[in-house]
């Protein structure tokens, strides 16, 4: 018996050691509802998100819409900018950087209206649509869970109370742009409840709500309302300017009695209630305005709807959001025992190592940027996705465009979801409009130009302030990801109509606002380095305002040399090609400081803040493709400034050690991908596994989305490169469905912590070559075919 126990154990340990993440469904899950709004679930269709937080007394489910923004469209770069600009780089380049800003601040900064000299506060904010409350009246309940099926894109919420079994799934239609929630009684008549909707008292906000109120009937109920901002100038703007939106929910019963009481829907011994939520606004997308009528476009949307076929619309729904999730297929060996989402992330925060956790962390990214980010919706994902309750949100939920709206986007092409970059590069186009005056106004150029942060009018000038607003790169850092969906993708007619014409345009700017430094380079003045500051040398204050800063550099040749590329692959414009070429030559190199980091400004200043959490300099690294290991000492000095930044406290915000993550995979240091890929679980992850700034902020789940599969593949130096930086806990596992440049699909098998075996499919038809430490082999793919290669990169 002793012997057969021993057995046994030897057995049950063996089948531990097998079982993979893979083994659990990819979802999250809790034992309670969520108490506060960082603990509910989110569903998304791209333009219309819900938040579930699963009361069984009084549930919540929170609603958003990509479009309700408070403010007005107006171009409000400064129109003193112009007069001014000479004056101010000659500033900069004679190191008189305190009469620069001095100047800057009067001249520079955004105004609050057309042709106004009235400096701007920053613009307004992304707002709250709706709650939808439902009421299910119970105290107690048994057999609770909560549950988000990451894979079907369902929120459910089951429970028993009073001896019925109850069931309430939410999720969110791509096909047919529509939230849906159903309410299930097991028991034949046991569903008696009311619905009603609220939206935030807004006393306390910088907003009111004009006309806001709620109406009824027999089947539905219609929230619909009007934004005025108290901002003396904008009240000034022409009668009904501001935003108008309109949400709205439509209920079908099964059985039982369904009717409108006092604002409040009220259903009767039912077998299952249908809401189907609808939201709109009078946002014209194409134009960055406002125009037409938000209830009248709500009930256009909801009539799309085959409202009494919930199956066919719940069954779309849920095949659209399962194909896009499932081209990609992530495992490691794990043997954790299954337990709920949030008892997972405290034993990590305490120390604990969870395979399973990685895994869902992940896909967790990919389900959020198809939710936030896919038609039917055409603005990008902001800095909360769109999932925001706030009326005034933090950072006002915009887009920041110095790194959190390209971090956004940085798991679209590798992780196999491209469709999520249509809304991103809408916008682009939309925002040209905007762009082209001011970059006419301010810096007397062609082309067009935003600075730091934007919002769905499509603001350019310099926000806020000049210390972090000065940042003429944000339009051409967010034009480098039109040429990344072409180096995934391939796609020639994208190139050809979306790419090269937007990229090009904006050429025109940087050959216009570019200047020649005291040193000799072509350098952007003025800039910064994003929102950090150095001591001047002569007067030992600090300051940010500077010219040439490295990060502009990098941004400004990694550009042109996608530009020189597209012109090259589509064989066009030869002259053009000549004169960008001569740019990149005189561009000034990335440099090294005198203890051997990368150095962040033109000249070797000491930073304010060493441990800060921009580490704009090192952009050659990740997501440029400057710095590598054909270029060792940048390569080395790289990782010196991580350490350094590391050593000052830096890392601690989410985005930021996400960005790290990324930066150390580039590095291929495993050993640090798995330290601060462990650290963001442990101190930047809230317990829905939304990112934390601190406050919310979405850029750290999708930058650590791309970490992992950076840490996986790599393709950014014309290899396709497997494990380049594999976690060592991260054994034994498997990734299928990766996308690598020139036109790849990429699966990753791995035992002991070494390759076992690849298999790369040809999308494209181009010729590629397969890296595995250090050894490269050149793979001849016919279009359309795979080929199955085992760690020593020989064919199967």
């Not at 529509?178 to 910088?206: F, H, Q």
């Not at 090192?618 to 400057?626: A, K, M, R, V």
């Amino acid at each position: 018996m002793k012997y057969i126990n021993i057995l046994m154990l030897l057995l049950l340990a063996q089948a531990s050691f097998a079982q993979s993440s893979g083994d659990k469904p990819i979802e999250l899950w809790y034992k309670q509802p969520a108490q506060k709004w960082v603990e509910a679930l989110p569903v998304g269709n791209g333009r219309m998100g819900a938040m579930v937080f699963g009361k069984t007394n009084q549930e919540i489910i929170q609603i958003n819409e990509e479009s309700v923004w408070a403010g007005l469209k107006f171009n409000d770069a400064n129109p003193n900018a112009g007069k001014v600009m000479n004056d101010i780089r000659a500033l900069l380049f004679a190191d008189k950087s305190e009469e620069a800003v001095s100047l800057a601040r009067k001249n520079l900064v955004a105004v609050n209206a057309e042709n106004s000299n009235e400096m701007a506060r920053n613009f307004r904010s992304h707002q709250t649509l709706m709650n939808v409350n439902v009421d299910y009246g119970f105290e107690t309940t048994t057999n609770y869970k909560r549950s988000l099926d990451l894979e079907k894109g369902l929120a459910v919420t089951s429970f028993t109370a009073n001896g019925n079994e109850y069931t309430q799934t939410v999720l969110a239609s791509i096909p047919h742009n529509i939230l849906l929630v159903s309410i299930k009684s097991k028991n034949t008549g046991g569903l008696n409840t009311k619905v009603w909707l609220t939206r935030p008292d807004p006393k306390d906000s910088t907003m009111k709500l004009k006309d806001c109120g709620v109406t009824g009937g027999k089947d539905m109920l219609i929230l619909s309302g009007q934004i005025i901002d108290k901002i003396e100038k904008e009240n000034k703007g022409p009668a009904g300017a501001h935003m108008k939106f309109a949400g709205l929910v439509k209920a079908v019963v099964k059985k039982g009695t369904l009717e409108e009481v006092g604002k409040q829907l009220v259903v009767k011994n039912a077998d299952e209630l249908i809401l189907y939520i609808q939201g709109a606004t009078n946002y014209d997308a194409a134009n960055m305005s406002i125009k037409g009528d938000a209830y009248a476009k709500c009930l256009q949307l909801l009539n799309t709807v085959p409202v009494n076929e919930y199956n066919l619309v719940y069954k779309r729904a849920v095949d659209e959001h399962a194909k896009l999730m499932n081209r990609v297929k992530f495992s490691l060996q794990d043997n954790s025992a299954d337990m709920p989402t949030d008892e997972r992330l405290e034993k990590v925060k305490k120390g604990a190592t969870d395979h399973f956790l990685n895994t869902l962390y992940f896909q967790y990214g990919r389900y959020l940027l198809i939710g936030s980010s896919m038609k039917p919706g055409i603005l990008p994902a902001n800095l909360q996705g769109l999932w925001n309750y706030e009326l005034d949100a933090p950072w006002n939920a915009d887009f920041h465009t110095n790194i959190n709206l390209q971090m956004n986007y940085w798991p679209a092409e590798v992780t196999n979801i491209s469709e999520t970059t249509s809304p991103l590069f809408h916008f682009m186009y939309a925002i040209r409009e905007q762009g082209r005056i001011t970059a006419k106004k301010m810096y007397n150029a062609r082309g067009w130009v935003f600075h730091h942060c934007t919002d769905a009018f499509g603001k350019t000038g310099i926000q806020a302030s000049i210390e972090w607003g000065t940042f003429p790169m944000g339009a051409t850092w967010m034009c480098l990801h039109f040429w990344d969906h072409y180096t995934f993708t391939q796609d020639k007619d994208f190139l050809l109509k979306q790419a090269y014409p937007i990229m090009k345009e904006h050429a025109l700017f940087l050959e216009d606002y570019l200047a020649k430094s005291p040193e000799g380079y072509l350098v952007s003045a003025p800039s910064s380095s994003p929102e950090n500051q150095f001591k001047h040398p002569v007067t030992g204050k600090n300051t940010g305002m500077t010219y040439g800063p490295t990060m502009d550099n990098q941004i400004i040749r990694e550009f042109l040399q996608a530009l020189i590329a597209s012109a090259k692959t589509l064989q066009k414009d030869p002259n053009d090609v000549a004169k960008w070429e001569k740019m990149v030559a005189q561009l000034a190199p990335t440099k090294l400081t005198k203890d051997g980091r990368i150095m962040e400004w033109i000249k070797d200043y000491e930073e304010v803040e060493p441990g800060h959490r921009h580490i704009s300099h090192l952009f050659g690294l990740y997501p440029g493709t400057q710095i590598s290991e054909n270029t060792p000492d940048l390569f080395k000095g790289a990782s010196k400034t991580l350490d350094y930044r590391l050593s000052h406290g830096g890392g601690h915000t989410g985005w930021s050690r996400a960005w790290i993550i990324n930066f150390y995979a580039r590095l291929k240091n495993p050993a640090k991908v798995e330290e601060h890929l462990q650290a963001l679980f442990a101190k930047s992850t809230l317990p829905n596994l939304f990112d934390n700034h601190p406050p919310f902020q979405i850029d750290g789940n999708f930058g650590g989305t791309a970490g992992i599969a950076e840490a996986l593949l790599q393709s950014h130096t014309g290899n396709i490169n497997l494990l380049p930086a594999l976690p060592p806990s991260w054994e034994n596992g498997s990734i299928t469905g990766l996308k690598a440049r020139g036109g790849f699909e990429v699966s990753i098998y791995w035992k002991n912590g070494q390759l076992e075996k690849t298999i790369i499919k040809n999308i494209a038809g181009n010729k590629g070559s397969v890296q595995y430490q250090g050894k490269v082999v050149p793979v001849s793919i016919a279009k359309g075919e795979s080929i199955t290669l085992n760690s020593q990169l020989v064919k199967n």
